[in-house]
């Protein structure tokens, strides 16, 4: 069996953010929970890791966050990131389950980052501004992470397996909440459409196949939260 990106449909899901459309009604802005470390992570550390294991892990992120920047992060194997890292593979399969896992470790921190910005920080991605303020400002800041870590998104979230993540539950949930606020029709259905601009194929399709700059993305994008909510 291949352990290519390619499955990806098997990432674990964290449980405790809402993924389905049918639990995220009537959620507002307060309910949404921070992203935790996936299970891959931090939680199937021991209290007290190892220094020998704590090498190990530091050097197999190190390794793969390299792959994943250097070549097409679907095509990346555990026997690459393996041997990459100085490590054997029964070391790495005891940590990861598949490459997509590596990819998500590596994205969730920044990913965690941006969403205490958006239950905390200042507007307008933080409470306090418009919801046409706040959407406006989500977009431009997932475009500054997609810029900066599409390598990494590529890994971990594309095709079925983006909306199987920790992460797309809580950007629906906000996105849904910033709809309600500005009275869109429908917003259950329309968070899903409203998110699919910022699939990671789709922006480097955009910005590597069309050659269309980071600028120029972040713009449309802009204008279509002013035209949805204003």
Do not use: C
Not at 108 to 119: A, F, G, K, M, N
Request: charged fraction near 25%; avoid cysteine.
């Amino acid at each position: 069996m291949s352990d290519r990106l390619t499955g990806a449909d098997e990432t674990p899901v964290n449980s405790q953010i809402p993924t389905h459309p049918a639990m995220l009604v009537g959620i507002s802005s307060r309910d949404l929970p921070l992203l935790q470390p996936t299970a891959t992570e931090e939680t199937r550390q021991p209290v007290r890791e190892r220094s020998d294991a704590a090498r190990n892990r530091a050097r197999v992120l190190a390794a793969a966050e390299r792959l994943f920047a250097t070549m097409d992060a679907r095509q990346v194997t555990m026997e690459e990131i393996a041997r990459a890292a100085g490590v054997g593979r029964a070391t790495l399969y005891r940590r990861y389950p598949d490459p997509a896992s590596i990819a998500i470790a590596l994205l969730d921190e920044h990913e965690r980052r941006l969403q205490e910005h958006i239950l905390r920080g200042d507007p307008p991605l933080g409470p306090g501004a418009s919801p046409t303020e706040r959407l406006a400002a989500f977009y431009e800041a997932s475009v500054d992470l997609l810029e900066g870590h599409l390598h990494l998104a590529l890994g971990a979230e594309v095709g079925k397996a983006r909306f199987a993540t920790g992460a797309y539950g809580f950007w629906r949930a906000h996105v849904r909440v910033l709809l309600v606020q500005a009275g869109v029709p429908d917003p259950d259905a329309a968070a899903d459409a409203v998110l699919s601009p910022l699939a990671p194929e789709l922006y480097s399709f955009q910005r590597h196949t069309l050659g269309l700059p980071k600028e120029r993305i972040t713009e449309s994008l802009v204008w279509l939260a002013r035209r949805l909510t204003d």
